[in-house]
């Protein structure tokens, strides 16, 4: 026969049961979400190192392309220039150098005196001003860096202005 005590603690039974199910599948929902979110962040954060990957070495390759212009240079042979950066190591990353102008915007300078070389007369050694923009690429992450800039020539002594 049974007891009351016996009777008392299998009536609440059912009831347990069925709440131990509910957080369980409450427990999996909320793991699932978690890793959703981790999987998210995860994806994330992989296409911004990417992003900013590609964009040094466009960078990169477009300060090899302001290293090339200012080296080989020459107001007598004035072409764009398109190059590797390293054609065996990273052929992917190339540099383009515009046909470099002289300025033509208002108020711009077409000369920049250098300090310390005034001349009797009123003369001064100088250089001439140019402008072009050199762009880098780099084809395995589609990224591309354009730099815009003004940069000076001398020739070496005959160039004095009034």
Do not use: C
């Amino acid at each position: 026969m049974l007891s009351p005590d016996k009777i008392k603690s299998d009536a609440g039974r059912e009831d347990r049961n069925g709440f131990s199910l509910v957080v369980v599948i409450l427990a999996l929902l909320i793991l699932t979400a978690l890793g959703f979110l981790a999987m998210s962040v995860t994806t994330t954060d992989l296409q911004i190192t990417n992003r900013i990957v590609g964009e040094k070495k466009a960078l990169t390759a477009a300060e090899a392309g302001i290293h090339i212009l200012t080296t080989t240079f020459s107001p007598a042979n004035i072409t764009a220039i398109t190059g590797h950066v390293d054609a065996v190591a990273d052929p992917a990353s190339t540099y383009r150098i515009s046909v470099a102008t002289r300025p033509t915007a208002a108020g711009a300078p077409g000369f920049l005196p250098m300090k310390g070389y005034s001349i009797a007369g009123g003369q001064e050694w100088g250089q001439k001003m140019y402008e072009t923009s050199v762009t880098g690429e780099n084809s395995n992450y589609g990224s591309s860096v354009q730099i815009d800039l003004g940069f000076g020539y001398f020739d070496g002594g005959g160039v004095m202005y009034r």
